[in-house]
């Protein structure tokens, strides 16, 4: 993760998100609630959370309530700037937010009982030592085939080439059981969104990292190109691919 683009998101559009209209279909399941929905049942009012890569903090925040204690860190002083921002408006005084290095926390062992990763880096050694034997991880990861058209024309981006091997959520559930964790759910959530104009698409490629060097002046042939493709009667179609992982941390 690049604290310095994120930085610079948060700046532009006051948080992690940039507003972009779009129209999203799930076939199956929003993965966003599907990550909710297992963090909910992993809550207790006497459990610590941890949520690594908060951003502005909305997700902690609404989350929260259900803890007893709940921390976001973050590498970008200005997410986390907005994050205090939100928090002060919440007033949960059980939350608390800091920049630190998720590979590298600071936190003693075994001080959560939940971690969850919302789009956010996977530490699978340092997350098994901050948790609880017997604690859960929630991840929601980006796999490799999410905006695979869009990266094609561009020939460049996020995971560029890495649908050519295996499944990104096979390679980071290796690296969890390799850290003595059990996998309990692995599973793929692919979805669609049809953003509503050129702008807006714009708008929304400023705000992430499929390409951390977009720029809609230089990229603008690459980018046309790419709508002209994809343009469908309920929008600019992006086809996503995004994964949930849930493990629990045991004894080595």
């Known amino acids: 993760m690049n604290p310095e683009f994120y930085s610079k998101v948060a700046e532009k559009f006051g948080g992690y998100s940039s507003g972009a209209r779009r129209t999203t279909v799930h076939p199956e399941e929003d993965p966003e609630v599907l990550f909710d929905r297992i963090t909910a049942e992993l809550a207790d009012p006497a459990a610590r959370l941890l949520d690594v890569g908060c951003a502005d903090g909305r997700n902690l925040l609404a989350i929260a309530p259900s803890f007893g204690h709940a921390h976001g860190v ?58 609880r034997p017997g604690g859960s991880l929630v991840h929601l990861g980006i796999g490799e085939q999410d905006v695979r058209a869009l990266k094609e024309v561009f020939g460049r981006g996020q995971l560029y080439r890495r649908w050519e091997g295996d499944p990104v959520s096979h390679e980071e559930r290796g690296r969890l059981e ?75």
Request: net charge negative.
């Open 178 to 252: 390799r850290a003595g964790f059990t996998v309990l759910r692995e599973q793929a959530v692919p979805f669609q969104e049809y953003f509503h104009s050129a702008a807006e698409l714009t708008r929304f490629l400023e705000a992430v990292p499929i390409f951390e060097d977009f720029d809609q002046d230089r990229d603008r042939a690459l980018f046309d190109r790419y709508v002209e493709a994809a343009s469908e009667e309920r929008g600019i179609l992006l086809d996503r691919h995004w994964f949930v992982l849930h493990a629990r941390r045991g004894d080595r």
């Open 74 to 131: 973050d590498l970008s002083p200005e997410m986390l700037d907005s994050a205090a921002r939100s928090l002060a408006e919440a007033g949960l005084d059980h939350v608390e937010f800091s920049l630190r290095d998720a590979s590298a926390t600071g936190f003693p062992d075994g001080a959560f009982d939940v971690i969850t990763s919302r789009r956010g880096p996977l530490f699978a050694e340092e997350f098994h030592r901050v948790l």
